[in-house]
């Protein structure tokens, strides 16, 4: 098609990049290659060992938004988690994405814990392609 294949994204779900083949797992290592983006979308509800992280050819972690919805209840738990997830994204040199924000208090919090992007019905709700 011509795109430059650096505004390309594929995003993988947490447990379907659990049970890829190794075959597939190269796969993704030559689009990474060409400069196409890889995420791990719904990451934290699946089992992905902290250790495979550094071996996937992965460009972003997209945290779940159920660790997201949890921060309204302001437990300090919650906001440890995310911000440890940040943190571990970011030591691997990871994008992070925090999906399904709803409220401007989940944005802050995201912010401060690290988050630099994110989606949800606070920014748009899904429309026609028209």
């Known amino acids: ?12 779900t947490e447990s379907t990049v659990l049970e890829m083949s190794q ?6 290592a030559e689009l990474r290659a060409k400069g196409i ?3 791990v979308d719904d990451f934290g509800v699946g089992f ?3 250790g495979n992280l550094q071996q ?7 945290l779940d938004q159920t660790f997201v919805a949890a921060l309204e ?3 300090s738990e919650s906001v440890a988690l995310v911000r440890s997830i940040a943190a571990l994204a970011e030591g691997l040199g990871l994008e992070t994405i925090a999906e399904g924000i709803e409220t401007e208090a989940q944005a802050a919090t995201l912010r401060s814990a690290g988050w630099r992007l994110g989606q949800g019905y606070l920014f748009g709700r899904p429309a026609p392609m028209e």
Request: charged share 25%.
């Open 1 to 12: 098609s011509g795109i430059d294949p650096r505004l390309l994204v594929f995003e993988i």
């Open 23 to 28: 075959g597939a797992l190269e796969r993704l």
């Open 37 to 39: 983006g890889i995420h």
């Open 48 to 50: 992905t060992s902290i």
């Open 56 to 62: 996937l050819p992965v460009t972003a972690l997209k």
């Open 73 to 75: 209840d302001g437990r």
